[in-house]
């Protein structure tokens, strides 16, 4: 069972040291069980987990212009796969991926690095899509 605590425990691995701080936990147990959790910086760098009917994603940028964690990954040459399938697990994997890599994360999201990050993202995303319909 997702409940908050063990949900909050989970988030340790990234709030321990008052980097992130958890913004909010919300548990649907009497519809398909989705969760919805939010953290961020003091910096506004924001991280959202999301299960929804049973499928998860994670993802991860400021305010309003959020990014899969999978592309932020790509860019920021940090290795990271996949192969959770609970949901705690995938929360946990990323936040490992995250803390050990801290330092590029909070640099990419800087005010000063930001635009180029979204660029980058950007092209990495519309590469996918091209793959994904056979446009390349």
């Keep these: 069972m997702n ?3 063990t949900i909050k425990q989970s988030l340790e691995i990234i709030t321990k040291d008052s980097i992130f701080s958890i913004k909010k936990i919300m548990c649907d147990e009497k519809g398909f069980g989705n969760i919805y959790i939010e953290i961020s910086s ?3 760098v924001e991280i959202h987990f999301t299960m929804d009917r049973g499928i998860f994603w994670c993802e991860i940028g400021k305010v309003n212009q959020l990014y899969f964690i999978e592309d932020v990954f790509c860019v920021l ?3 990271f796969s996949n192969e959770s399938v609970e949901f705690l697990d995938y929360i946990k994997q990323v936040l490992k991926a995250l803390e050990h890599n801290m330092e590029k994360l909070l640099n990419a999201f800087q005010d000063s690095n930001i635009e180029d990050t979204k660029l980058k993202i950007k092209k990495i ?3 996918r899509v091209r793959k994904m319909f056979d446009l390349a």
């Design 3 to 5: 409940d908050k605590e």
């Design 125 to 127: 995303s519309t590469e």
């Design 42 to 44: 003091e910096d506004k």
């Design 77 to 79: 040459h940090i290795k």
